[in-house]
């Protein structure tokens, strides 16, 4: 259905004119017209670009659910949210149904210490990222947001049929500090012993 974007243009330009003061302008009145339908319709594009982009992320993010992979769906969602809010005028009232994700929180195994070690597990592009809060690597910007896949310091991907453990454990250091490769752990690795039972992978 095609929206008549020619006559909501001329609604939102007569709202906007009638709330237009010049104070510090002399313009005529068929400029002030012309003042007033311009940036009416200029206007409601800004309101059509927002609706228009929160549509296309939420089809974004159904789609990715439904092959079950994660998303960052909720600071995109709350992002929308307030966008539409400030462009448009749409409030839409928490749900405080929704209870936050508290995490993972690691704690020290030292009982003489309280260490406490938030962590953050994402996935994108196939590489499994794991951060840890107030830690960073030295291509991300300190002030990007913790849990969202930028701030990763150990990932976790399949290269050339390896599965591999990338480890930046230096900050002022592009590249990952080691390079591990896990097919040894593979079960198919394990020697023989009597204490475990070959194992025989299922086709």
């Not at 302008?25 to 309101?47: C, I, M, N, S, V």
């Not at 539409?84 to 003489?112: F, N, R, W, Y």
């Amino acid at each position: 259905m095609r929206i008549p974007r020619e006559t909501e243009a001329q609604a939102a330009a007569f709202e906007w004119s009638v709330d237009y003061k010049p104070f510090e302008e002399d313009l005529r009145p068929q400029e002030y017209a012309r003042y007033g339908y311009e940036k009416g319709y200029e206007h409601l594009e800004k309101k059509l670009r927002a609706l228009e982009q929160a549509y296309r992320d939420t089809i974004w993010m159904a789609r990715r659910y439904a092959a079950g992979r994660h998303t960052h769906a909720p600071s995109t969602v709350e992002r929308h949210i307030q966008n539409v809010e400030k462009v448009c005028g749409i409030k839409v009232d928490p749900d405080h149904t929704i209870v936050e994700d508290a995490g993972i929180t690691l704690l020290d195994q030292h009982s003489d210490y309280e260490t406490r070690r938030k962590v953050g597990v994402t996935e994108d592009n196939n590489l499994v990222s794991v951060e840890f809060e107030h830690y960073n690597n030295c291509g991300t910007c300190d002030s990007a947001e913790f849990g969202e896949g930028q701030r990763t310091i150990v990932g976790f991907e399949v290269w050339e049929g390896e599965l591999r453990c990338l480890i930046w454990a230096d900050i002022n250091r592009e590249d990952p500090t080691h390079v591990i490769n896990l097919d040894g752990a593979q079960v198919t690795e394990r020697k023989e012993d009597e204490s475990y039972e070959k194992y025989t992978p299922v086709n």
